[in-house]
């Protein structure tokens, strides 16, 4: 019984030992921005800021990187009495709008939300020094520290707002200091010196002597200890650290187990020292300068060095400044051959050409449980046996005496008859035959020169088809190829028809691809067929009549992969569904296809590999995931029983052990800045952001928090709640948007399961250009309601207007006419009645009817001359006022002197104020005539300032107003003038005669 529990025991250890041994494989280190063409050129250290940007410090710069895109920030050479630099060496944040950046002439500080460089003075800088920065590193009171070999260790005193020595660790250690580290409770400095590992006392400012080192640290004075220390780290309490041993001159790596209180030594020396990197797994990454890169499992106490070869394409870099991990477990290396990254949980590649000897291979099939067949051109095949992991090439010349048989197109397991067929160069077939282990060799004259296609059904049999299109079946009895059709014979199939691969779909059917006519399924006993071919706007169409490849995956389903994506045909009925770019992704040429376990399909497509969810067209970029980064991948298997992914590409084998690809990752959409005109908006998810009117158009920056899955994300954007609208690149413009509020939303969608996703907003307040405010609304209503009342006035003046001329002609047509009309009716009565009494009598009454009709013809004159239009210019009206005048002064030898200034000729008058105005003036012409006995009139017209002026003066007896009764029409004349708001004044003086002045404001015109 104990000895059955021992045995029990001791199998549990082994199995666990196998399984530490087993959870860490040598990393794939894959290259960020390779296959965009970018690379980072002397990365010396790399950060990573809250809003899951990384930033890069090299040589030419900072970088900035956000996932799919480099952005370099040139610091500037001189500011103030500082000195700048490109050559920037290491990076530390201290908060999330803050990077401080040790660089060869000194400090500086980026602003990562203004995108702006402030140089630090250093206090006691030589000019022209240039520093050497080794070391940064915050303490918890967020304190930078900087440690260059010129200085020692440094810090930024806000006080002084210079760069100045850290005195206290430096003076007290007496020696060069490589690193400083904080411990746990914030008492002491941990420093890493050429005198070993010092405990520093911040409060007391000196170093704990040995004695009196509290327990957990009595370690650090072992001997073994005593010499120059690079680095330390811990991890599961055993502590590592790179000591220099004084007697051979040369680094070794200690590591110590406190309870055992021992030292061991890592199989791993360096003369430079090392530096050391703990990752979220607890494995110690070791690097340093002039030495190969290593990791340490501290589970399996296993050492890998690095690069693993292919996975990069350099042969070595023998110069690492920097590791880290970002909060996805991705790990990034800054090295003299660029930067490298690696993720714990990436698909596992293993590269099984270098066993081999360099050709070009073309396909894969999977003959036994452990034994999996890769064809080559010219080099025949390799066998790969999974459990020995060892090739056997099987070189056919021997075998056939024919060089063709070793170059490779297709090889074909049988389900029904368990043999292998090979297709070779030259239309030659061959036949393995596992029982026999032997070969069998065709080459019929119907195949010469001509490329084939392989395929069998469940009943076993074996069908052949040449590109040209001629079938043929395998005759096992005969051990021959029978012709069974021809399919250029067959109605509308062309000429030039060219079969790339084909398929059984049933016991007497098959589907054909062809290149350029589409999918032909058809009838090898009746010859009837159907063709299935591209069609604008059909849904159901395929997306392509070129068809690559075919693959049937169950009795319901074959896949067919094509210049544009990939075609399900449904077995049962016929109905064919697409997914090609119009479905998110662009896949192009679909070389290969496969099915894991999951049934999801794994094929090759335009330079990358896929894993797509059918079902729901969930699409993950395997290449990507797997570190693969040749081109043209071209063939690719899936073994059920091994769980593993067998992938070529022209002169590589790669075996992929898939992870993760059902993962669920937490993604988290980030926006980060507004551009606008030049200027930086910082931005925060979910914040508001207030702009300026002339910021109304801008360009929104935005990325996400993974890398591990940033090829596998798709960005949608929506603004103000419109349709989500899709984006390709990491930014989207907008231009002359309103001013008022807008939301942005954005939303990240992981392509590998669509379920998966995130969004986040951004408010945006625009500030109101004054045409988009209200005020602006109530002006125009006001303006608007301002000119419907002016208009409306206006419109009612020219009524009232109208109006008061219909009454005044009524009037004067009821004075004037009516009483004249009225005195010429009695008058005529009278002369009528007097006639015969009295004839002479008569006659003076029909000469006072004549008087009256003369004066109403005159009359009816004045009021028609007043209202025609035509006579609206004060030309009119003064020619008018001369001919009145010279009428009635000349038959009276009255003579007339009319001054008229040239300036009131353009004058325009209105129909009142001409009429008044004319009658004003014949008024007073007709009293000089009448009462004045004068021998002269003068008549003067005239502008004085804004009026115009008119003057009537004669030469007669003149007489006193004051004594003159309201008769001689004089009460007319004020009345007259009174309406059309007319100055009016008469001066008159016995012997000296009258004059008469009438001023109009010519605005009143």
């Known amino acids: 019984m104990l000895k059955r529990c021992l045995n029990s025991v001791l199998l549990l250890v082994l199995i666990a030992g196998e399984q530490a041994f087993a959870q860490f494989s040598p990393p794939q280190l894959s290259k960020p921005g390779r296959n965009t063409g970018t690379d980072i050129s002397f990365p010396m250290d790399l950060v990573m800021d809250q809003s899951y940007r990384y930033w890069i410090a090299t040589f030419n710069g900072l970088v900035e990187y956000e996932g799919r895109s480099f952005q370099t920030h040139h610091m500037p050479l001189v500011q103030g009495k500082a000195l700048g630099s490109e050559y920037l060496s290491k990076l530390l944040l ?151 041993d004084n007697k051979d001159a040369y680094y070794q790596i200690l590591e110590f187990d406190p309870l055992k209180n021992s030292f061991r030594p890592l199989p791993l020396n360096s003369s430079k020292g090392r530096l050391f990197f703990t990752d979220s797994q607890g494995r110690l990454w070791i690097y340093g300068f002039g030495d190969q890169p290593a990791i340490y499992d501290p589970a399996s106490q296993k050492l890998f060095m690095l690069p693993v070869k292919p996975n990069c394409s350099e042969k070595d870099f023998s110069l690492c400044y920097n590791i880290s991990e970002d909060h996805e477990g991705n790990i990034w290396m800054c090295t003299n051959a660029g930067i490298f990254t690696y993720n714990l949980h990436q698909n596992s590649v293993k590269l099984l050409s270098e066993k081999v000897p360099t ?137 030039n028809l060219e079969v790339n691969d084909i398929v059984s779909i049933s016991e007497n059917e098959l589907l054909v691809a062809t290149s350029g006519q589409g999918l032909i399924k058809i009838n090898i006993e009746n010859g009837s067929y159907k063709i299935y071919q591209f069609e604008p706007g059909d849904n159901t169409a395929p997306r392509s009549n070129s068809i690559n490849v075919l693959k049937k995956f169950d009795n319901e389903t074959v896949f067919a992969g094509t210049t544009n994506g990939i075609v399900a045909y449904n077995i049962q009925t016929g109905n064919i569904e697409s997914f090609s770019y119009d479905e998110r992704f662009n896949l192009g040429n679909v070389f290969q296809i496969t099915k894991d376990k999951n049934n999801n399909l794994v094929f090759t497509g335009t ?310 105005f004319f009658l004003i003036f014949k008024e007073a012409i007709n009293n000089a005539v009448k009462y004045s006995e004068c021998t002269r009139v003068r008549v003067k017209f005239y502008t004085d300032a804004d009026k115009l002026v008119l003057l009537i003066h004669d030469n007669g007896k003149g007489f006193r107003p004051e004594q003159v009764s309201d008769g001689n029409g004089l009460v007319n004349m004020r009345k007259r003038a009174a309406s059309i708001n007319a100055f009016f004044h008469l001066e008159s003086t016995p012997g000296e005669g009258t004059r008469i002045e009438i001023k109009l404001e010519l605005k009143k015109l």
């Open 359 to 495: 050709t070009i291979f073309s396909d894969i099939s999977q003959v036994g449980a452990h034994e999996i067949w890769f064809g080559t051109l010219s080099n025949g095949i390799y066998k790969y046996n999974t459990s020995l992991d060892v090739f056997e090439n099987i070189n056919f010349l021997p075998l056939s005496n024919d060089a063709a048989y070793n170059d490779i197109w297709q090889i074909h397991k049988s389900a029904g008859d368990r043999n292998i067929w090979v297709i070779h160069a030259n239309a030659r077939i061959s036949r393995f035959d596992p029982l026999k282990k032997k070969f069998f060799f065709y080459k019929e004259a119907a195949f010469e020169g001509d490329f084939l296609s392989i395929c069998d059904d469940d009943r076993g049999n074996i069908f052949v088809a040449t590109q040209e299109g001629v079938l043929f079946q395998y005759n096992a009895s005969r051990d021959r190829f029978d012709s069974l059709l021809v399919l250029t014979n067959v109605t509308t199939i062309k000429e």
């Open 607 to 916: 330079s990358k590999m896929y894993l797509l969810n059918w079902k729901t067209k969930d699409i993950t970029d395997l290449g990507q995931r797997s570190s693969i980064t040749d081109n043209n991948l071209t063939e690719v298997y899936y073994s059920k029983n091994l769980d593993k992914l067998y992938v070529l590409s022209e002169e590589s084998i790669y075996e992929v052990t898939l992870k993760n690809h059902e993962a669920k990752p937490e993604i988290k959409p980030v926006i980060y800045s507004l551009d606008s005109y030049g200027k930086i908006f910082y931005t925060r998810n979910g914040d508001d952001i207030f702009l300026k009117s002339l910021n109304n158009s801008f360009r929104l920056n935005f990325g996400s928090s993974t890398f591990k899955f940033h090829d596998d994300l798709e960005y949608y954007y929506s603004m103000d709640n419109e349709d989500w609208q899709r984006t390709e690149g990491p930014y989207i413009t907008f231009s002359k948007l309103s001013g008022g509020d807008h939301t942005f939303r954005l939303k990240v969608v992981y392509t590998g399961n669509r379920k998966v996703h995130a969004e986040t907003f951004l408010n945006i307040h625009i500030e109101k250009k004054f045409h988009e405010t209200l005020w602006f609304y109530l002006l125009i209503f006001f303006a608007l309601f301002g000119a419907i009342y002016v208009f409306y006035r206006i419109r009612l003046n020219k009524i009232l207007a109208i109006e008061k001329v219909r009454f005044q002609l009524s009037r004067d047509l009821h004075d004037d006419m009516g009483s004249t009309l009225s005195t010429i009716n009695i008058l005529s009565s009278i002369a009528a009645t007097k006639l015969r009494e009295n004839p002479s009598m008569a006659d003076q009454y029909i000469q006072r009817i004549s008087q009256n009709s003369q004066q109403m013809m005159e009359s009816m004159d004045d009021i028609v001359w007043s209202i025609n239009p035509a006579n609206d210019s004060m030309k009119k009206v003064t020619y008018r006022m001369r001919e009145f005048a010279s009428g009635i002064l000349e038959p009276k030898a009255i003579q007339l002197n009319f001054e008229i200034d040239a300036k009131i000729q353009d004058l325009k008058i209105n129909m009142a104020h001409r009429r008044d």
């Open 94 to 244: 201290t908060n999330d709008s803050t990077l401080w950046i040790a660089h060869r002439n000194g400090i500086a500080r980026f602003n990562l939300h203004r995108k702006t460089f402030e140089l630090i003075p250093v206090a006691n800088l030589a000019a022209g020094a240039s520093l050497n920065f080794i070391y940064a590193f915050k303490d918890s009171k967020n304190k930078p520290v900087f440690i260059c070999n010129e200085l020692g260790p440094l810090h930024f005193n806000e006080k002084s707002g210079q760069v100045e020595p850290l005195s206290g660790p430096a003076e007290a250690a007496g020696a060069f200091i490589f690193k400083i580290s904080e411990t746990a409770d914030g008492k002491h400095y941990l420093l890493y010196t050429r005198n070993g590992l010092l405990l520093y006392n911040i409060a007391a400012g000196n170093i704990v002597r040995d004695h009196l080192l509290p327990a957990s640290y009595t370690w650090i004075s072992s001997k073994e200890l005593k010499g120059s220390v690079t680095d330390y780290a811990e991890i599961h309490g055993k502590k590592y650290i790179s000591v220099k």
